[in-house]
């Protein structure tokens, strides 16, 4: 147990869907990250928030927009997505932004696009 | 962004001691070394973090030579359950405070 809650854990969507994955920390950390972990490649840095603001990017289509109502809360807001979009995402907190500071991870959501 | 290369894969036997180790030739001043464990469909997990020298804790060792261009990840006496990917990531304040890329990772297969 990381302290960090992802939920769902699975998820199957249609393309043209619109679902929502959700992840909660109650670290009372302070900046906040979405992964993409396609299989057997690298995670991938898709967003970076920090004190509820967003401070990275990664080139992520627009089929995926992220909102962060609070520093304990973090969504990942999917619409009409493609099945190359199935993979894990992983959320992550830390007490601040920056490569120094520990990242804590979920344990996922695993989706599947159909 | 200091570029790390890690083995992408070691084979080891339960109870043996296994050392990975990680290059990172362009390593900044203040650069901090971590490393993180992440086993399958899992997010991955803190394992150590160092500047210089040696730091142990109760999972592992993180060795450090004098001119920081590598570092040894040393677990002792391993499991099947350390069966996993090991990343290491190097990075800090230099960066730009811009979060880490995680690379492929040393995918370590431990057997009976």
């Known amino acids: 147990e990381t302290g960090v809650t992802q939920t769902p854990r699975h998820l199957v969507m249609g393309m043209t869907n619109k679902k929502s994955l959700k992840c909660e920390q109650h670290l009372g950390h302070n900046a906040m990250y979405w992964y993409k972990q396609s299989a057997k490649k690298p995670l991938e840095l898709m967003f970076v928030y920090n004190f509820k603001e967003q401070t990275e990017n990664n080139s992520v289509p627009s089929r995926f927009s992220p909102e962060c109502p609070n520093s304990s809360h973090l969504f990942l807001h999917l619409h009409t997505l493609q099945p190359e979009d199935s993979a894990l995402y992983l959320c992550?907190?830390?007490?601040?932004?920056?490569?120094?500071?520990?990242?804590?991870f979920g344990a996922g959501t695993r989706l599947s696009v159909l | 962004l200091a570029k790390t290369t890690q083995p992408i894969s070691m084979d080891s036997y339960e109870g043996q001691e296994v050392n990975i180790t990680c290059s990172h030739n362009n390593i900044a001043t203040n650069d901090y070394i971590t490393w993180y464990q992440q086993f399958p469909s899992q997010g991955p997990r803190f394992i150590i973090q160092?500047?210089?020298t040696k730091v142990t804790n109760e999972v592992a060792s993180l060795f450090i030579p004098a001119d920081r261009k590598s570092s040894t990840l040393s677990l002792p006496r391993v499991s099947l359950s350390d069966t996993a990917v090991y990343y290491c990531l190097v990075g800090g304040v230099d960066t730009g405070r811009r979060a880490l890329t995680f690379g492929s990772g040393t995918r370590l297969q431990v057997q009976p």
């Open positions: 160092g500047y210089k």
């Open positions: 992550a907190s830390s007490p601040r932004r920056g490569p120094e500071n520990i990242q804590y």
